[in-house]
């Protein structure tokens, strides 16, 4: 019985650590694509950061940039600096 909770918890786990939040560029921007990989607070939803987000794209194609935005999310809305690269590939 506890294999089956057990499993089911690293499933859980699992799926939780897939979450993220892809930004395209506007269809309006020209030049070389660039990404931002964007790491969000503690407790913060990525939600939080679109509005920015998105801003900063808008201000990147004045500038010759197609800018991608990346939210990728953490388990427990906690990014841990240690596992950042587990996240960000």
Same mark, same amino acid.
Request: hydrophobic fraction near 45%; include cysteine.
């Given at each position: 019985?506890?294999?089956?909770?057990?499993?089911?918890?690293?499933?859980?786990?699992?799926?939780?650590?897939?979450?993220? /939040? !892809?930004?395209?560029?506007?269809?309006?921007?020209?030049?070389?694509?660039?990404?931002?990989?964007? !790491?969000?607070?503690?407790?913060?939803?990525?939600?939080?950061?679109? /509005?920015?987000?998105?801003? !900063? @794209?808008? @201000?990147?194609?004045?500038?010759?940039?197609?800018?991608?935005?990346?939210?990728?999310?953490?388990?427990?809305? /906690?990014?841990?600096?240690?596992?950042?690269?587990?996240?960000? /590939?």
């Amino acid at each position: 019985m506890r294999s089956i909770f057990a499993a089911a918890a690293i499933g859980m786990v699992q799926t939780a650590f897939a979450d993220y /939040t !892809i930004l395209p560029p506007p269809a309006s921007a020209t030049g070389d694509d660039t990404a931002i990989v964007w !790491i969000h607070g503690a407790d913060c939803d990525n939600d939080a950061y679109t /509005t920015f987000a998105t801003e !900063i @794209q808008s @201000q990147g194609g004045s500038k010759g940039q197609r800018l991608w935005v990346g939210l990728p999310e953490f388990f427990l809305s /906690t990014p841990e600096p240690i596992l950042i690269d587990h996240y960000v /590939t």
